[in-house]
């Protein structure tokens, strides 16, 4: 079975430092890996998108790779705030088919 | 349109007895989920429409779980006897084809119904 694993189950980063968080599966490479924000209580909320044949994507403080060589996405906020603070999750699927996450990354910045 | 919505956001109901919620997607979304978050997981898919037809449904739908999309605009998932197990998030997202691949493979997500069982 596809598995997707974030390693950290808690992170607390200084606030103006840069989180980085890890997202690694097992077994054939996903055709996409997307990374969503999710506060208490609420639904998850996409932050982006990255493809097996990108290597980076962009998104203002937001940066995410793609590695298929270490079957493993990293995640990074930098410049990073307290409004930062939230669960994330990594989430892989293959096309217009379901998601499969991971577990989360509680990420606490502290001022 | 503001996103995707759901009814009710929480639901107490007693071992055994019967739930329905209702997940209404943003407009011309042609594909619509189910999963379920327990505390401290990520979400779980449960089932999954492309407008009325349900194409896929996960082995953590039990028997006592039905999910509908009549006219493939809302859904309706109902959890007949309930158990305490069932006790969990219920999130619903939706998605849409588009020529631009990022949008189109993105789930955008309701604020889920919190559902717990006695």
């Known amino acids: 079975s596809q598995k997707i694993e974030q390693n950290s189950e808690a992170l607390n980063i200084q606030e103006g430092k840069t989180a980085t968080l890890t997202c690694n599966y097992t077994n054939y490479s996903p055709a996409y890996l997307q990374w969503y924000r999710q506060d208490p209580g609420r639904g998850p909320v996409f932050l982006l998108l990255?493809?097996?044949?990108?290597k980076e994507k962009r998104k203002e403080r937001l940066k995410v790779t793609f590695d298929t060589t270490l079957k493993q996405s990293l995640f990074h906020i930098t410049a990073s705030q307290p409004a930062d603070s939230a669960t994330y999750l990594c989430?892989?699927?293959?096309?217009?088919?379901?998601?499969?996450f991971g577990t989360g990354t509680r990420l606490t910045i502290i001022p | 349109d503001t996103g995707v919505s759901q009814d009710p956001r929480h639901k107490i109901t007693k071992r055994g007895q019967n739930v329905t919620f209702r997940c209404d997607p943003i407009?011309?979304?042609?594909?619509l989920y189910w999963y379920r978050q327990t505390l401290g997981q990520g979400p779980e898919f449960l089932t999954y429409?492309?407008?009325?037809?349900?194409?896929?449904k996960s082995r953590l739908l039990s028997d006592r779980f039905s999910a509908e999309r009549p006219k493939g605009s809302f859904s309706t998932l109902e959890i007949q006897r309930t158990e305490q197990g069932d006790s969990a998030m219920y999130l619903c997202a939706s998605s849409r084809r588009m020529r631009d691949i990022t949008d189109r493979e993105t789930q955008y997500f309701g604020p889920g119904t919190r559902l717990l069982v006695l």
């Open positions: 989430a892989r699927h293959f096309g217009n088919e379901k998601l499969t």
């Open positions: 407009s011309e979304h042609n594909r």
């Open positions: 990255i493809r097996e044949n990108e």
């Open positions: 429409f492309q407008n009325e037809a349900q194409l896929e």
